[in-house]
């Protein structure tokens, strides 16, 4: 649970110097979370700059579509776990997945997200082939009947899509359902939460749940541009990306995922998303 006995003894006092590298280390507070994890949040510590990747600014948009319903806690749950205001919207799935042809994934946040979702989007884009997980094929077998079948859209968990590599045409839409923050009810988180709440209260979301959620988005907005002829649209399904309201904390913690995400034009503007897929 805590790796910083382990990489002070193993790792610091081994060496002269560390190179750390990964496309994820960073969130929107920079390394400051990475710091907290490794025992390192010192002053006398100074951080290189990331190395950024070839501009993607002009070849994809971040979509935050209006009138979502409110994500609020639901019973028994924390700040950063929630439940829809009503079921999944299938209405913004529906339209983007129209505009795109398919040619994308939908990363649900929850299992029963997927329960009775795909039924419903068959049965109103019927020239679009679905794949979901959890009809019996292996992932390897999903992705490639995803790469060879045009027009075919893939429903997964988020968890689904780490690794993932879809370059080219197959893949210009990714639909998050949910920012993807990990239940509170795990014993490893809960015991990170109190032991940085100790040291300052609200460190726990702010320092670990915020990381680690913004991480996973990262992850799985980082399925859409793989190679520099890339293009797509990264479409989050949850307002709390651009106006948090059930925390204290919500406009300070939007702004810091958002400043973590890559550089794409933020909009909620549907026409622009709309000639921007269609265009692909």
């Known amino acids: 649970m805590d790796v910083r006995p382990f990489f002070h003894q193993h790792v610091r006092r081994a060496a002269s110097s560390v190179l750390l590298t990964s496309a994820t280390l960073r969130d929107g507070r920079g390394f400051n979370s990475l710091g907290l994890r490794l025992g390192l949040a010192s002053p006398r510590w100074k951080w290189p700059k990331g190395v950024e990747t070839p501009s993607t600014s002009t070849r994809g948009l971040l979509f935050v579509p209006p009138d979502l319903p409110e994500r609020r806690p639901g019973p028994g749950r924390r700040r950063g776990r929630s439940r829809l205001g009503g079921s999944l919207p299938q209405g913004p799935m529906e339209r983007m997945l129209r505009a795109s042809r398919g040619r994308g994934p939908a990363a649900l946040h929850q299992p029963q997200d997927a329960g009775g979702l795909p039924p419903r989007l068959e049965a109103a884009l019927p020239e679009i082939t679905f794949f979901v997980q959890g009809d019996g094929l292996s992932r390897t077998q999903l992705l490639d009947r995803f790469r ?63 990381p680690q959620m913004t991480l996973k988005l990262k992850q799985g907005i980082g399925r859409l541009i793989r190679t520099r002829a890339d293009r797509g649209v990264v479409a989050v399904l949850d307002p709390r990306l651009m106006l948090p309201s059930e925390d204290r904390l919500g406009k300070r913690y939007a702004a810091q995922v958002r400043a973590a995400l890559p550089p794409f034009p933020l909009t909620r503007d549907w026409e622009r998303v709309t000639t921007f897929l269609e265009s692909l």
């Open 148 to 210: 060879a079948t045009p027009s075919a859209a893939l429903l997964g968990l988020a968890s689904f899509w780490q690794g993932v590599d879809l370059p080219g045409e197959a893949l210009s839409l990714v639909i998050v359902s949910a920012l993807p923050f990990a239940p509170p009810d795990d014993p490893v988180l809960q015991a990170r939460i109190r032991e940085a709440d100790a040291q300052r209260e609200g460190l726990g979301f702010i320092g670990i749940q915020v």
